[in-house]
């Protein structure tokens, strides 16, 4: 297991959100933390603990006012912790490069892929031709669906706010895993909210885990971490967000970074 770090950018200032409240319109969100330090800034403390594989979240679409000063942001970070770093939010074949020029290991792609609610494998090749499968992570956040025909949870896109009808299962990583290096897999309901890890999925991924996956989402305590490492048969890595004291949270960084080490020792010691 290892830490993966993050900075989610929304209207140009580092925050920690309520991912399900996320909205386009009027660039709304419920805010847990807005930092009064920029991307750069959690880039370098980054890199000067040599973690890496960290992500960068662009949390404007496009056509907000917002989203040039947010891609600014992240541009700077990539650029203060080259190869560093992975980087989100409308990624698409036509921009990939210049994040990957400005110091991105990979691009995290969501909705380029899975358009009109599932997987556009065109898009898909076009975006591994341009990148290469070893700089691709697929984010594979999602939701839980109780009222579908096969509950389940189910990819979501455009910033978590549209359910597709490609649901996480094993055949679905298998047929993935081929054409990327990770996924990243937000629990999308629970995100934000510090108030616990969504159970079923940390040991479905676990289960599988063929491939680097970062899970998100309700780590608020080291007991998440601890079934995390479970659940996910210490398979998977973690991101922590709204709970960790960077972010005003209660999760110490540094007592993060020393309990996932002893938790890998322990685990190598028992090989």
């Known amino acids: 297991m290892e830490f993966r770090p993050c900075i989610d950018i929304h209207n140009g200032k580092v925050k920690q959100i309520v991912g399900s409240s996320l909205r386009d319109a009027g660039d709304q969100a419920s805010e847990n933390f807005v930092s009064g330090q920029d991307a750069p800034f959690y880039a370098r403390m980054y890199q000067s603990r ?91 956040s999602c939701r839980y669906r109780a009222d579908a025909e096969e509950p389940g949870y189910y990819i979501v896109t455009d910033r978590w706010q549209k359910f597709t009808t490609e649901r996480v299962t094993n055949e679905l990583l298998e047929k993935l895993s081929s054409r990327c290096s990770e996924f990243l897999v937000h629990a999308v309901d629970v995100e934000g909210k510090s108030g616990g890890i969504e159970k079923p999925l940390a040991q479905f991924l676990g289960d599988w885990g063929k491939i680097p996956i970062t899970y998100a989402g309700g780590v608020h305590s080291f007991k998440d971490l601890e079934e995390i490492s479970q659940l996910g048969r210490n398979r998977l890595n973690v991101t922590i967000g709204s709970a960790l004291d960077l972010f005003g949270g209660p999760m110490s960084y540094e007592q993060v970074l020393t309990y996932i080490s002893k938790c890998n020792a322990e685990k190598e010691k028992n090989i």
């Open 50 to 140: 040599g973690i890496r594989g960290g992500h960068i979240i662009l949390l404007n679409a496009k056509d907000s006012p917002y989203y040039e000063e947010t891609k600014n942001q992240a541009l700077a970070a990539l650029r203060a912790y080259p190869g560093g770093l992975q980087v989100g939010g409308g990624i698409t074949d036509a921009n990939a490069s210049e994040f990957l020029e400005a110091g991105a290991s990979a691009v995290i792609v969501t909705s380029f892929v899975f358009r009109d609610g599932r997987i556009d494998y065109d898009c898909l090749n076009r975006l591994e031709q341009a990148v290469g499968k070893e700089h691709l992570v697929l984010d594979l």
